[in-house]
C-alpha cells in the first residue's frame, strides 16, 4: 500500500524564533497588527511504500527523528494519507 505523510516541523515553543517573530513585528506594517506570537517552521510531504499505516507511521516517524527534525531545536507530527 502506498501512504503520504504530511509532516509539520516547528521550532519548540521554549525557544526563540527569529523568523516568527520579524514577521510579527511586521504584521502591523501591512494592516493586520491584530496578529501576534508567529511562528515559522516547516512542511514536509512524503510518500511510502509500506505493508500497513502503522508500519507507514512508523518510517515516517524515524525519517523525521533521523533526517528531517531536529529534535533539540524542533517538534514534529505528522498525518497519514493512504493513497
Not at 2 to 31: C, H, T, W, Y
Amino acid at each position: 500500500m502506498k501512504f503520504r505523510a504530511e509532516i509539520d516541523v516547528m521550532p519548540l515553543k521554549s525557544l526563540l524564533d527569529p523568523q516568527g517573530k520579524a514577521v510579527s513585528a511586521s504584521m502591523g506594517n501591512v494592516g493586520l497588527a491584530e496578529i501576534k506570537n508567529v511562528r515559522i517552521g516547516k512542511h514536509i510531504t512524503l510518500e511510502i511504500e509500506a505493508a500497513s499505516k502503522e508500519v507507514a507511521s512508523e518510517k515516517a516517524e524515524q525519517a523525521c527523528k533521523k533526517m528531517l527534525c531536529n529534535q533539540i531545536m524542533e517538534s514534529f507530527e505528522f498525518t497519514l494519507i493512504q493513497l
